[in-house]
């Protein structure tokens, strides 16, 4: 089985090329929606590195940002993770679930 290229092998393109998509009739609203779901992301990434933070505490009594960068979580911990991740998107995008 091929090994998945690691991130720092992967080159994304800085810009997107086109037009911005619009769901709304009012670009304002995709503005703010655009605005919120971003706020949503930093918000996950900022509980996922508290997580992490948390966890090398528990096992050690002072740590580094290299500690913190070098950090990868097991199953477990991913598992853990992904049900906070979508209990969060559930919880705050509840207004908008489908019918």
Known sequence: MDELPSADQVKLPRSSKGRRPRFFEDPAIDQVMTFFLELMTEV???????????????????????????????????????????AYVQRVMRMHAPD
């Open 44 to 86: 996950a990434v900022v509980r996922e590195r508290l997580d992490t933070v948390e966890r090398l505490l528990e096992t050690k009594s002072s740590i580094t940002r290299a500690d913190i960068e070098a950090y990868r979580a097991d199953e477990a911990v991913e598992a853990e993770r992904l049900a906070w991740r979508n």
